[in-house]
């Protein structure tokens, strides 16, 4: 397994597609950290970043500060 060390936000959402398919996660450690299959890792990664996308929609472009 993979440990993966996590805001407990992401976590909620990695325990959420585990609930949903019974075959990402190994061990539930604490609320930051939790043990998953290595080879769901990309997986993870892919179905995080389509969440995120989902949720994160910015009105303007960031601009660097001066």
Not at 29 to 42: A, G
Request: glycine content about 2%.
């Amino acid at each position: 397994g993979v440990l993966i060390e996590c805001e407990p936000a992401i976590k909620s959402i990695i325990m959420h597609l585990d609930s949903q398919t019974k075959d990402i996660i190994i061990e539930d450690i604490d609320d930051t950290r939790l043990v998953v299959k290595e080879n769901m890792v990309e997986i993870i990664k892919a179905k995080l970043e389509e969440r995120l996308k989902e949720t994160y929609r910015p009105e303007e472009p960031l601009a660097d500060s001066d």
